[in-house]
């Protein structure tokens, strides 16, 4: 079973933790690795940007979220950790949102969320789980984003993204990322973490410091690169938050850091 499968196990959904999900799931990874060109010599010309796999996963995958492996229902984990505390205001942005749990996290906590995914069958699915949903969802391209996204965002969540692309897209990923970022905004960024000299021979493709600390080329300047290690049941992960200067615009939303008992962000002074 891929890393995928192990963290099923902290997805705090019911469904996924049974042995049931478990095996469906491993049967579906079996199959998608074996028509991922990717994972054969010349993949990368055969399918560059990944999307026909990524539209065959959730064709394959029908009904059953367990033939999406990246698909836990429910937040990552370490996305519900980051926003245990906060209040979020404005904008947020969830990039390959897939069947839309971190994009509902995202408006629990108060953001006004647009999500998109490659996949249009992926935005389908999630409108169908979250019928009542305030989240603005849409089928989009990274590399073709619709122009009035840019320098849209209060926070700009990716989980995963830039970890299922070929090294050769990762610079215009980046720039894809940071450009929606708004002046005062921030970026945040999940991903599985390995060390520079380790070559990962198929995806996912874990990610080194220095391509996260590339994020910062972009008009961005980190503000803080966690290196979480293996635990529970996750890979070793970074978790980083990069911001955008303001630019002398005062802002009018922001994120704060708030007690969970609070039932609103403080005032502006």
Request: hydrophobic fraction near 45%.
């Amino acid at each position: 079973m891929g890393e995928e499968g192990r963290e099923k196990r902290l997805g705090g959904n019911t469904e996924t933790a049974n042995e049931d999900f478990a095996q469906r799931r491993a049967a579906a990874r079996e199959k998608l690795d074996a028509i991922d060109p990717h994972h054969s010599p010349g993949g990368a010309e055969a399918d560059p940007l990944r999307k026909d796999w990524f539209e065959a996963v959730y064709a394959l995958a029908g009904d059953d979220p367990a033939g999406v492996p990246w698909a836990n229902l429910a937040p990552h984990p370490l996305l519900t950790d980051w926003l245990e505390g906060r209040r979020l205001t404005g904008r947020a942005l969830d990039v390959g949102c897939g069947l839309g749990d971190n994009a509902e996290a995202l408006s629990a906590a108060g953001a006004a969320v647009t999500a998109f995914d490659l996949v249009a069958g992926a935005i389908v699915w999630a409108r169908r789980r979250f019928p009542e949903t305030t989240v603005d969802h849409h089928a989009a391209d990274l590399f073709d984003a619709p122009v009035a996204w840019r320098g849209a965002f209060d926070l700009v969540h990716e989980c995963y993204t830039l970890q299922a692309l070929p090294e050769a897209l990762l610079p215009q990923a980046s720039a894809a990322l940071a450009g929606f970022v708004a002046p005062g905004g921030a970026l945040l960024v999940i991903a599985r973490a390995r060390e520079e000299g380790e070559i990962p021979p198929r995806p996912p493709w874990p990610l080194t410091r220095a391509r996260i600390e590339a994020l910062a080329e972009q008009g961005l300047a980190i503000e803080t690169i966690e290196d979480i290690p293996a635990r529970d049941g996750l890979v070793r992960h970074w978790r980083a938050l990069f911001r955008r200067p303001a630019h002398r615009r005062p802002l009018s939303v922001k994120l704060v850091r708030v007690d969970r008992r609070d039932a609103a962000p403080p005032a502006e002074p």
